[in-house]
């Protein structure tokens, strides 16, 4: 996707071969900035921080995270502390686990000498793959987009929290299908959610969608229930951090409020989702373990003063304590649908079995 008419993707490898470079996530939209990941510890730095954030980039960091750990200590214990420590720096987001347990696997055996080399080979091969997944993701999306019927002259949806290129390597997951309905020509509004506590929404989408030229309104978290009501929202869209074999969907904290308020008004409910963001060892969503962030992002936000200083300010009382949990549960019988890069399924172990059939041995 394109910043200022020049082409980036979220993450890629520097030109002396080695360092990593990724958009920081967390100075945006007020500022772009590249940083340079030089070791492991940056890597997971990033991560943990959310530099760089949503579920797919969180899986290519993660790679390229094991990639910097041959390059400075290709032994058998770095190999297993490299993967220790990045599976520690965020707990709900599956590709995590996916690319790890990848990178590990496709290393344990090889020879100390070729494991640097092997390990940016398949990082890079992940963000190309992930690429080409949120392209097609799009692709499928754009189909459903196309049977649907709006009631004004545009379609209107909805999103929370940002399933956009930043949260992937490109293209994005829920916001694939906007974006190619868009250059396909089809007049498309966009509906985003602030999404607090951290803003992905009113910070990361808004950004993007504006830098590609796609028409959108911020609108406050709790304002799309009574756009729906008032037949403003012709369909929601969002993406997740992990989805079960049963088609529960893990997603940024009020997804679940959205969903409600949609079945509710007959709005349909839509999942972008990548393959790796499947947890086919799980079947219940309520055994998802949601990360307790810190209270910080909640009592405190950061902003741009008239003068343009970026500034971070405290925004509840002093003493108040507060609870920041970051992602809640859809039960898939709110899901309309789930958008994958080999189709639209049901949300259900069978509907996803029928995309994903070599799944069903581990059944």
Known sequence: MKVDGKPYRTIWLGADGTTVQAIDQTLLPHQFVIRDLRTMEDAERAIRTMIVRGAPLIGAAAGYGMALAMATDSSDSMLARA??????????????????????????????????????????????????????????????????????????????????????????????????????????????????????GASLTAWELGKHGVPHTVIADNAGGHLMQHGKVDFCIVGTDRTTRRGDVCNKIGTYLKALAAHDNGVPFYIGLPYPTIDWTLEDGRDIPIEERNAAELSRIAGRTASGEVVTVDVLPEGSPAANPAFDVTPARLVTALITERGVCAASEAGLLSLYPEQAKAA
């Open 83 to 200: 993967y220790t420590v990045l599976m520690e720096s965020r707990p709900t987001a599956v590709n995590l686990r996916w690319a790890l347990d990848d990178l590990r696997a496709l290393l344990a055996p090889l020879p100390a000498a070729k494991r640097r080399e092997a390990a940016y080979k398949r990082a890079a091969e992940i963000c190309d793959e992930d690429a080409e997944i949120c392209r097609r993701i799009g692709e499928n999306g754009l189909g459903e987009i196309r049977r649907l019927k709006p009631r004004g002259d545009r379609l209107n949806a909805l999103t929370h929290c940002n399933a956009g290129w930043l949260a992937t390597v490109d293209w994005g997951t829920a916001l694939s299908p906007i974006y190619q309905a868009h250059d396909a020509g089809i007049p498309i509004h966009v509906w985003v959610d602030e999404t607090r506590p951290r803003n992905q």
